[in-house]
């Protein structure tokens, strides 16, 4: 049974979306921009930064569906630069230290509010 997740410690939704849903043993995440959970968008921070608020918010989200970073079994991450990827990485993986999950890493053309990094994730619960 799907079941829809929230928590006030990430940015809340800003469309017609969830920041995540669940079934009984998987989480799949909505794509985490670099909002604070106040909803202050950190457009003009490094990629660093925004990786790391990114994930930030994608660790709360997690923790709210009862899974931690431990737990992801694949992350996408949008970058709208490809050639931000190595000051991502050094960011990402630091939130994925021992045993890192499957990764794909896309280059776009544009993403949400001006953002230059976008993270989703599937977990088990």
């Known amino acids: 049974m799907k079941r829809t997740v929230h928590t006030d410690d990430a940015p809340a939704a800003v469309g017609a979306y969830s920041q995540a849903t669940a079934t009984d043993n998987l989480v799949f995440t909505a ?12 457009a003009d921070a490094s990629v660093a ?3 790391e608020q990114a994930l930030a918010n994608l660790q709360a989200v997690l923790a709210e569906a009862g899974a931690s ?3 992801v079994l694949t992350v996408t991450v949008y970058l709208d630069d490809i050639d ?3 000051e991502m990485n050094d960011i990402y993986q630091s939130f ?3 045993d890192p ?3 794909s890493a896309v280059g776009v053309d544009a993403l949400p509010k001006g953002a230059a990094v976008e993270i ?3 977990a088990v619960a």
């Open 31 to 42: 794509g985490q921009i670099a909002l604070t959970p106040d909803g202050e968008m950190r």
């Open 49 to 51: 930064n925004q990786t």
């Open 69 to 71: 970073m431990d737990d």
């Open 84 to 86: 931000d990827f190595e």
């Open 96 to 98: 994925f230290e021992s």
């Open 101 to 103: 999950p499957a990764r």
């Open 120 to 122: 989703e994730a599937v």
